[in-house]
């Protein structure tokens, strides 16, 4: 083992040039395997039930008949499946969601909750005998509705605060020349990725093997060995190729009932979950209702920042949707309060979506922003610009690099911001009304520990295992063009396997953490095993292997306030017949660390952006108040938006290396939909002079 240690490694090659995928040849041709297609012998297909009831008690699952149908293998339920062990923290920090673990006791907390898994011989005979199955229950009345006068409603005291308090707010907003006092409402909103939560177990040689579709192997796994009670080393769990991610695929109720019925069948089992399960299984963005009190001085400099964001949770598992946080980031002021708050409901658990926190309460913060720009009299960028903190506005410490200026700068010149008339409702065309809006963007920029071993073949390439998850970003290739440069070889040279726990722990693909903790790891081994390697000298035929552990190195990131920043430019057109909102172009330019491949760089981050656009215009799951259920839980019924919906998107950046990462990377996962759905809401308010504070900005709302 060797220990990685920071400080920067200075290498010109194949990290900052444009590289497509290594494996976008097997996926564009199917030789790319996903969990739900690998082929298994003896394969057996389970099938969830979910409730039909928000709220209750299982009284019955009338097994028998079900039993007798052709193929059907077993019927597991809380009546006859195994105990699992849920009292722990896991490797994330928090406990597992009861969702997950399967099966458990006979209460219903939510419509959609899991109660039985059919398992037959084929996924037809399985979800026929589901849908066969009768449940019944014991119903008891349920509360699904979020409002922001909540009496149940609670500040989280959690692994981050609920509150955070500075100054004296009511003096403050009383000496302000200008105040902004409003509310926004974000809607219930959904990852809706492609490829959709399936997972086989089997049992193998005494090991326990789980073909996957997740965000992080080394994760699952240890969460799968926990709650079954096993050694963590009888656990393999692997994910070569994920349709998408977003927060959402982790340790779900399809991988535990897979492996139970593997347990009980003996034989290998693979659960794949369907759209609408997806819709309460997986987790969600919570919808959210904010407040935000903003008092500037005449020239708009802040003296109070009040930010509060209340979101909702499920009974059985506390999950808050940090929406005031971004606040504590962005813009200092004399006073400050940030507040997450969060009420328990009887709706399915939330969880992590992309830009958890930041996607719903940077559109609360940078729309109250524009707002107090034009009560002001002050144009938004520079309104922004003076509000710049020198230092992080709650933690106190000093920013590893805060080129939001220089964001702000870049896109205003790129976007031709000069020319633009601050007053509303100036720009028509025919029968649109045209605008433009910006708004800024940041979020964390943290590392996970990670281990990688990295192996010098001897036919001359290298060979680098990390159990990284590439789940549709390019990080396999980004961690093929560091390998390179830390080898000092070119990237042909390298093979990268990724998405196997057997390869050791690693940080998930997640937090915008992915890329830089696995490529810190990578870099490790590598440059030391460059260092190993004689010139000229011989590698014998197993090789030669370095491993790397940057659990201690990673520590020093946390002396300072560390973000990747942005500003986000939109332009809109809104047709004032019948309030549809087009968006006519959009620019983001980012500060976000060393760019490692900018063609897939650029890709997320355009993805990003587009996800702000379906935010803003078209995104809500809406909840039924007497099931408890959601209307056209599907890609029908829930609106993203579509090829026609995106215009011109452009996404660049600025030069911006992290002085404290070996590679210089800090994260561009989640940045790109942070201040997306403001920047296109604040240009609806300059194209119609109309505020529009809860999304989506549907045409029924803007007429
Ligand atoms: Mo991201 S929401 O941490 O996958």
């Given at each position: ?425 100036m720009r028509r065309e025919g029968r649109w009304l045209l605008g433009t809006g910006t708004a800024a963007a940041s979020f964390p920029a943290g590392a996970l520990p990670s281990t990688a071993a990295v192996t010098a073949e001897a036919d001359g390439t290298f060979t680098v295992r990390i159990a990284a998850a590439d789940i549709g970003t390019g990080a396999r290739t980004a961690l093929t063009l560091v390998a390179a440069d830390a080898l000092r070889v070119t990237p042909d040279r390298v093979r990268v396997r990724i998405g196997d726990s057997d390869f050791g722990p690693a940080g998930i693909a997640g937090g915008s953490m992915g890329t830089r903790s696995w490529a810190w790891a990578v870099t490790a081994a590598a440059g030391e095993l460059r260092h190993r390697l004689l010139p000229g ?167």
């Open positions: 083992m060797t220990t990685a240690t920071s400080g920067r490694t200075t290498v010109t090659g194949a990290v900052g040039t444009a590289h497509t995928r290594v494996e976008g040849r097997d996926k564009v041709t199917g030789a790319a395997r996903y969990a739900g297609e690998i082929p298994f012998a003896g394969l057996a297909h389970g099938w969830l039930v979910v409730s039909t009831v928000a709220r209750g008690r299982i009284l019955s699952v009338e097994t028998a008949p079900v039993l007798d149908m052709p193929g059907v293998l077993t019927v597991l339920h809380h009546g006859n499946a195994p105990r699992l062990e849920i009292d722990y923290i896991g490797s994330l920090g928090v406990p597992p969601d009861p969702t997950a673990a399967v099966f458990q006791n006979d209460r219903v907390p939510h419509a959609g909750w899991p109660v039985a898994l059919v398992v037959a011989e084929t996924p037809e005979q399985a979800r026929e005998a589901a849908e066969a199955l009768v449940v019944t229950y014991e119903r008891e009345p349920h509360d699904i509705a979020l409002t922001a006068d909540h009496p149940d409603a609670y500040p989280v005291d959690g692994h981050m605060p609920g509150v955070t308090q500075k100054g004296d707010l009511e003096a403050e907003l009383a000496a302000s020349a200008h105040v902004v006092d409003v509310e926004y409402t974000t809607p219930e909103e959904h990852h809706g990725m492609m490829e959709p939560h399936a997972a086989t177990a089997r049992w193998d040689g005494g090991r326990l093997e789980v073909v996957d579709s997740n965000q992080g192997t080394s994760w699952v796994a240890d969460e799968l060995a926990r709650m079954f009670s096993l050694d963590a080393c009888v656990v393999r769990v692997r994910s070569e190729h994920v349709g998408g991610g977003f927060g959402s695929k982790g340790i779900r109720a399809h991988q535990v009932s897979a492996v139970m019925a593997a347990t009980a069948l003996r034989r290998p089992v693979r659960v794949v979950l369907t759209r609408r399960q997806m819709f309460s299984l997986t987790g969600y963005r919570s919808p959210t209702t904010q407040r935000v009190r903003l008092g500037a001085d005449p020239d708009g400099r802040l003296r109070a920042l009040d930010h509060r964001s209340l979101s909702r949770t499920s009974t059985v598992w506390e999950f808050v949707e940090p929406s005031a946080g971004v606040a504590r980031v962005m813009y200092d002021a004399d006073a400050h309060r940030t507040a997450n708050e969060v009420v328990r409901l009887d709706v399915p658990s939330p969880s992590w979506m992309r830009g958890p926190g930041e996607a719903p309460g940077s559109f609360a913060l940078e729309a109250a922003l524009d707002e107090l720009a034009e009560r002001c009299g002050v144009d938004p960028i520079e309104l922004r610009l003076r509000n710049e903190p020198g230092l992080g506005p709650v933690s106190g410490l000093p920013f590893a690099g805060r080129n939001l200026a220089a964001c702000f700068r870049e896109g205003a010149r790129r976007f031709g911001w000069a020319d633009r008339d601050p007053r509303p409702g000298g011989v590698v014998p035929p197993e090789g030669i292997t370095v491993r790397s552990d940057t659990t201690a190195a990673i520590g020093a990131l946390a002396r300072k306030e560390r973000h990747s920043f942005g500003a986000q430019f939109a332009e809109v057109a809104v047709d004032v017949t019948t309030g549809e909102v087009r968006v006519r172009r959009m620019l983001g330019i980012f500060a976000a660390g060393r760019i490692v491949n900018p063609l897939t760089a650029r890709g997320q981050l355009v993805g990003g952006m587009i996800w702000g656009i379906s935010m803003a215009l078209h995104e809500e799951a809406v909840r039924d108040g007497a099931s408890g259920g959601l209307y056209g839980p599907d890609l029908a019924g829930y609106h993203v938006a579509t090829h026609a919906d995106v215009p011109a998107v452009e996404a660049d950046w600025v030069d911006d290396p992290d002085p404290d990462d070996p590679v210089g990377i800090k994260g561009i996962g989640e940045v790109g939909i942070v201040g997306a759905a403001a920047a296109v809401a604040n240009a609806v308010w300059h194209a119609t002079g109309v505020r529009h504070r809860s999304l989506p900005i549907r045409p029924d709302r803007v007429l």
